[in-house]
């Protein structure tokens, strides 16, 4: 299958602001946390309302240019999810579909306090009923054989087990919070169609 892929480079919110309205099926972004990490040509370190605000301005842009059965998938942190979380349900009152947690193998170890291992995913559509969901396209394996199963395979269910790109992985660029490619797979496959347009705001490392 062809593949047309479009890199725009430069400040998010501005360039979102150029995309036509309702244009776009499906959004899936890791934006930055907020967590003063160093992305190399920037800073993520902002004031607690600043980056509600830069949070609120991209958001508002991404629910203009979603079409009217599109998707959203947002990787956030736990310390600003809730915040994230009560923008796209209250403010802009879309659909709460799925609290994905992303579980992986190895994290930062600590001694004092609990190691962190997973990353949280946001899923929201603008309809409630009217989206694309593909079940068939993800299934996985069954893990006990009975009758009363599909057995094509198994819903992944909201707990999703992917091993962080570690910094041996020939495919690992320069970038602090590089996703692997298998989370962003089971999202597209699941919500989108052959031919759709396909946004990620924050493309991070590519």
Not at 34 to 48: H, I, T
Not at 84 to 112: C, R
Not at 116 to 123: C, M, Q
Not at 199 to 204: H, R, Y
Request: aromatic share 14%.
């Amino acid at each position: 299958m062809d593949k047309k892929l479009i890199a725009l480079c430069g400040d998010a919110i501005q360039i979102l602001t150029k995309i036509p309205n309702k244009s776009i099926r499906l959004i899936i972004t890791d934006p930055p946390y907020n967590l003063s990490k160093d992305y190399g040509n920037n800073q993520d370190k902002l004031e607690f309302d600043e980056y509600l605000d830069f949070s609120r301005k991209w958001l508002n842009e991404a629910y203009r240019i979603l079409s009217d059965d599109g998707s959203l998938y947002v990787f956030m942190g736990m310390k600003y999810i809730s915040y994230i979380y009560s923008i796209l349900e209250k403010e802009l009152e879309m659909t709460f579909n799925f609290w994905i947690t992303w579980f992986y193998t190895q994290g930062v170890g600590k001694t004092k306090g609990f190691s962190p291992r997973h990353d949280d995913i946001l899923f929201f559509t603008k309809h409630k009923k009217d989206f694309i969901f593909n079940l068939d396209n993800i299934r996985i394996p069954q893990k006990f054989y009975r009758s009363v199963n599909n057995m094509r395979g198994a819903n992944p269910g909201n707990v999703w087990e992917f091993s962080h790109m570690h910094y041996c992985n020939k495919n690992r660029k320069q970038h602090p919070t590089q996703k692997p490619e298998g989370l962003y797979e089971r999202m597209i496959l699941a919500s989108s169609e052959e031919n759709d347009v396909i946004l990620d705001p924050f493309v991070g490392s590519g």
